[in-house]
């Protein structure tokens, strides 16, 4: 079991919210990612970083920003939450010299 | 641009029987690792083939890869109901400054009782 952690597991929010997304991994890996996952379809990679103070955006464009000030911390915000950002958001983490990744269990967003 | 592409999309066996899973994918890779989604949940990592090998194990699980046809498949061996889940492949390009796993749609696989 990886320990990789996020919070909330669940959320249902109004439209115009300011909403975080919280990610935490105690196993010192220096790369974190967020993907977005609708029911039953790909899991598409909308941030990534290589470690503190480094993030880049990835294939899908995002209206959410991330930030990584300490290795174990990648939260993901999103500072007006629409309709459109329904989804689950799965966060995952994997060491320099590693090639697999580890998952959180996900975090099912609801905007209505 | 998606890379990994599962077959078929959704696959319903009886428990025992074995499941067959495929992935095609269309640039050069480094790896191609198998990943498994349990309902609601986060993915799993299940095993990791690299681009020089053709075929590995891990208990019930089989894989192979055919660079030449940029293709792998997923055999899982006297399925369990437990084995229900949804299964991404996902490739690893060459090394490369902005090598980033891709996954692929996925499979729905139900193993009935």
């Known amino acids: 079991e990886a320990d990789i952690y996020q919070t909330p597991r669940y959320l249902v929010i109004g439209t115009g919210k300011k909403i975080t997304l919280e990610c935490s991994q105690t196993m010192g890996h220096d790369k974190m990612y967020w993907y977005q996952q609708d029911p039953g379809m790909e899991l598409h990679l909308i941030h990534y970083s290589y470690g503190v103070n480094s993030t880049e955006k990835g294939d899908l464009s995002s209206e959410s920003t991330v930030s990584r000030i300490r290795t174990e911390h990648f939260p993901l915000t999103l500072e007006s939450a629409r309709p459109s950002h329904t989804s689950q958001y799965l966060c995952?983490?994997?060491?320099?010299?590693?090639?697999?990744?580890?998952f959180g269990p996900g975090t099912r967003l609801l905007v209505l | 641009s998606q890379q990994g592409e599962e077959d078929p999309q959704a696959l319903s066996i009886q428990e025992g029987e074995n499941a067959t899973m495929n992935c095609s994918y269309k640039?050069?890779?480094?790896?191609l690792q198998w990943y498994r989604q349990n309902s609601g949940r986060g993915l799993v990592h299940l095993i990791l083939i690299r681009s020089n090998e053709r075929e590995k194990h891990s208990g019930r699980l089989r894989v192979t890869l055919d660079t030449s046809k940029k293709s792998s498949s997923l055999l899982i061996t006297a399925s369990r109901a437990a084995d229900t889940a949804s299964y991404f492949c996902?490739?690893?390009?060459?090394?490369?400054?902005?090598?980033?796993?891709?996954f692929g749609k996925g499979i729905t696989l139900s193993v009935r009782p």
């Open positions: 995952a983490s994997t060491g320099l010299a590693q090639e697999t990744q580890y």
């Open positions: 996902a490739t690893e390009p060459l090394p490369g400054a902005n090598s980033k796993l891709t």
């Open positions: 640039t050069s890779i480094n790896n």
